[in-house]
């Protein structure tokens, strides 16, 4: 059983048509491509961990950052956060995500990086 379709124009060689949790996890995955007040009409859309990326990694930067995951996480309905975790890395922070998939308590973790240098994400 089909719950949600979609599709993703990123990495058309892989699957171009989208299910269920398949199509949550790029879902959220976009989310995290997007910077806070970049999307026009919605300046409260995305996340400020572009913001903060060069910042020292301290306990309020920590905290920040987990919070604006579940936040974004909390904004797609079909899933829950199971766990977060966040390393420092010597070119910026790499996140796991454990996220359920509420329609049939599927787990699965969304693993990102974002770079200081090339401030970019990677998935």
């Known amino acids: 059983m089909t719950f949600y379709r979609g599709f993703s124009t990123i990495n058309r060689a892989r699957k171009f048509k989208l299910t269920d949790f398949d199509l949550v996890k790029q879902d959220i995955y976009n989310h995290f ?14 996340t400020i961990i572009w913001d903060l990326i060069h910042d020292p990694y301290t306990a309020t930067v920590r905290d920040a950052v987990t919070d604006d ?23 910026g922070l790499y996140i796991e995500i454990s996220l359920v998939y509420k329609p049939t308590n599927q787990a699965d973790v969304l693993m990102l990086q974002f770079e200081r240098q090339a401030a970019t994400i990677n998935g």
């Not at 309905?77 to 766990?83: I, T």
């Open 33 to 46: 491509h997007i910077r806070r007040g970049e999307k026009l009409g919605r300046p409260d859309f995305g």
């Open 69 to 91: 995951i579940k936040k974004i996480v909390a904004y797609d309905p079909r899933v829950n956060v199971e766990s977060i975790r966040i390393t420092e890395m010597h070119y």
